[in-house]
């Protein structure tokens, strides 16, 4: 009876610390899905590869894409308002504006924990004594040296923009 207890005892131990594995791989992998957010002057759209996002301009009625050389983290989402995009991956700040269908980027300092605001004309970012802005008609950012007030050279990583002709 004793070596019965024993044997069962051995058997759940043995059962319960094979049973994670064992869920796990009979689990499907993750899958990733396509995401889109949009408002009334642009729409947004992460593939599910998530190594481009491509921003439809219903002011230029035309899409731009940007691509980047590896996938974007998952937890990497969209800003939208008014027509102005803004994401975060890592030290760099993409940004879309639908009136101008142009895509820019900025890269941060290391461990910057600065976050992009999104307004209606406007993205702007604080990074340190840096202080940048792409505006609703803008195609690039610019920046000025808060200490100094002197213009800053932007700091870009580079990404594949691309277009598709316009269509009217």
């Known amino acids: 009876m004793k070596s019965r207890i024993t044997f069962s005892l051995v058997l759940m131990v043995v059962l319960l610390s094979v049973a994670p594995a064992l869920a ?28 481009a996002v491509s921003a439809y301009s219903l002011e230029q009625n035309v899409w731009s894409r940007i691509t980047f050389d590896s996938p974007l983290s998952p937890d ?14 890592g030290h760099t ?12 980027n900025v890269t941060l300092e290391m461990g910057s924990n600065a976050v992009p605001t999104v307004q209606s004309n406007c993205i702007t970012l604080k990074d340190g004594d840096s202080f940048y802005v792409f ?28 277009d598709e002709p316009k269509s009217r």
């Open 135 to 162: 505006g609703v008609n803008s195609e690039v950012w610019s920046g000025v040296d808060l200490q100094a007030g002197d213009s800053l050279k932007i700091k870009r990583v580079s990404g594949e923009q691309s």
């Open 76 to 89: 990497v989402k969209p800003i939208v308002s008014q027509g102005m995009v803004a994401l975060k991956d």
């Open 24 to 51: 796990q791989e009979n689990q499907p992998s993750a899958v990733r899905e396509a995401t889109w957010i949009q408002d009334s002057h642009v729409i947004v759209v992460v593939p599910a590869n998530r190594t």
């Open 93 to 104: 700040v993409y940004c879309f504006s639908a009136n101008t269908g142009a895509w820019d």
